[in-house]
Structures are given as C-alpha cells and as structure tokens.
C-alpha cells in the first residue's frame, strides 16, 4: 500500500516535468536551425508509414516482438537474464530474472528499432556511405511513427505492464521519457547546431519553474481556508 500511494505521489509530481520539458520541447522544435535535406528523408519516412499504417494491416506481430525484445534488452542492461521468448500478433510474453519500472515501461517509451537504425546511420556516416545514410534517415523516420502511433494503440487496451506500477505513475514518465528521446532524435539526427545539455538544462528550469507556480498556487489555497 505505502509502495503504491509513493508511486501516485510520484506520478503527480511528473506532471510539472511533463509540461516543462514540453514547453522547452516546443521552444527547441521551433529555435534550432536544421540539417539540408535530413529533416526530409525523416519525414517521409514518417509519412510513409502512417500511409501503409491506414490503407494495410497493421504490423501487430513486429509491434509485439519489438515490445518484448525491449524488455529483454533493458533486463540485460540492469544485469538480468533472459529465461524464456514468445511473441505473436495476439501478445507476447517473456521471462526476466530481474524487473523493476524502467524495464516493465521501457517498450513505451524506447523505440528499439528506430535505436537500430540510428546505430546504423551513425555507421554509414562514420564509413562516409551517403546512399545508405539517408535510406536510414528514411528509416528512423519509418519506425519512430510506427513507435508513437502503436504505442498510443496499444495504451488504449488493458496492459499489464501499466497495471503493475498504477496509471497514475505510469503515463506521465512514459509521457515524459518520450519527450526526452524525440529531443535526443532531433540533436542526434536533424539539428545542426542543438546542444542536448542545454535542453535537459532548459527543461529543468522549466519544470522547477512550473513547480513553484503550483506550490504558490496550494499555498494560497490552504491560507484561504486556514
């Protein structure tokens, strides 16, 4: 019960970090000065597969396996092992030594396969392969919209993965850790001159900002009736 009510709290007191980085998001979007023709290959890819997402079926199957495969490579990153696969179009299941929110939530909010293709972008541009460097543009644009827009699908079914840390908590750090990866997208792969840094530095200032609106807010609120 105590682990519970902390992880509302903790909920709660994300919602001002969800709006800060969001407004510092915006600010970013609409500041930084962008690549020649990178942001164009992204795009497209994106639109490509919100097209192929409206007029054919939905990838569900490679959805479920990326899923699983997510939480299988975060257990691997915080030490834990791998017991057991499965995935097909009407869910998937894996077996993990090891769990804790980062890995039940990360499928959320870490996109694997638009991960893989900025791996192998960063190689085709270490290796001066420019063909292959915007195919994989291309790519990162494909899988980053088949991330948000099957995310979003699959959020709006019952989910054992949101059950087991509450909503409350749940939604607003996959929320916010979406935020943060689409910042990091954007200076890694479209932004010619964005620092990172100054964006998580931006953000924080933002959210402490939003934070101490609302304390006044309470405040006042509990003096009124005092």
Same mark, same amino acid.
Request: glycine residues 8%; hydrophobic residues 50%.
């Given at each position: 019960?105590?682990?519970?009510?902390?992880?509302?709290?903790?909920?709660?007191?994300?919602?001002?970090?969800?709006?800060?980085?969001?407004?510092?998001?915006?600010?970013?979007?609409?500041?930084?000065?962008?690549?020649?023709?990178?942001?164009?290959?992204?795009?497209?890819?994106?639109?490509?597969?919100?097209? =192929?997402?409206? %007029?054919?079926?939905?990838?569900?199957? +490679? *959805?479920? #396996?990326?899923?699983? &495969? /997510?939480?299988? $490579?975060?257990?691997?990153?915080?030490?834990?092992?791998?017991?057991?696969?499965?995935?097909?179009?009407?869910?998937?299941?894996?077996?993990?030594?090891?769990?804790?929110?980062?890995?039940?939530?990360?499928?959320?909010?870490?996109?694997?396969?638009?991960?893989?293709?900025?791996?192998?972008?960063?190689?085709?541009?270490?290796?001066?392969?420019?063909?292959? =460097?915007?195919? %994989?543009?291309?790519?990162?644009?494909? +899988? *980053?919209? #088949?991330?948000?827009? &099957? /995310?979003?699908? $699959?959020?709006?079914?019952?989910?054992?993965?949101?059950?087991?840390?509450?909503?409350?908590?749940?939604?607003?750090?996959?929320?916010?850790?979406?935020?943060?990866?689409?910042?990091?997208?954007?200076?890694?792969?479209?932004?010619?001159?964005?620092?990172?840094?100054?964006?998580?530095?931006?953000?924080?200032?933002?959210?402490?900002?939003?934070?101490?609106?609302?304390?006044?807010?309470?405040?006042?609120?509990?003096?009124?009736?005092?």
């Amino acid at each position: 019960m105590l682990n519970k009510t902390f992880k509302i709290l903790l909920g709660l007191a994300l919602v001002p970090f969800c709006i800060g980085f969001t407004w510092q998001f915006g600010s970013t979007v609409f500041g930084v000065t962008y690549k020649r023709e990178v942001p164009y290959y992204f795009l497209a890819g994106g639109l490509t597969y919100i097209t =192929a997402h409206i %007029l054919f079926k939905k990838p569900i199957l +490679t *959805y479920v #396996f990326g899923h699983e &495969l /997510t939480h299988a $490579f975060f257990t691997m990153l915080f030490g834990g092992r791998v017991k057991s696969f499965h995935a097909s179009d009407r869910g998937g299941r894996v077996t993990i030594t090891k769990s804790n929110f980062i890995i039940t939530l990360a499928p959320y909010f870490f996109p694997l396969y638009t991960f893989a293709a900025l791996i192998m972008y960063w190689l085709a541009v270490i290796a001066n392969v420019r063909t292959a =460097a915007g195919w %994989l543009v291309f790519a990162s644009g494909t +899988t *980053y919209s #088949f991330h948000l827009i &099957l /995310t979003f699908f $699959f959020l709006q079914t019952d989910q054992n993965d949101i059950k087991e840390h509450g909503a409350v908590f749940s939604y607003p750090l996959i929320y916010l850790f979406n935020i943060l990866f689409a910042a990091f997208l954007i200076w890694l792969l479209l932004a010619d001159n964005m620092s990172y840094p100054k964006f998580l530095y931006g953000g924080i200032l933002k959210s402490t900002k939003m934070l101490s609106v609302l304390f006044d807010k309470l405040h006042g609120i509990i003096r009124a009736r005092a």
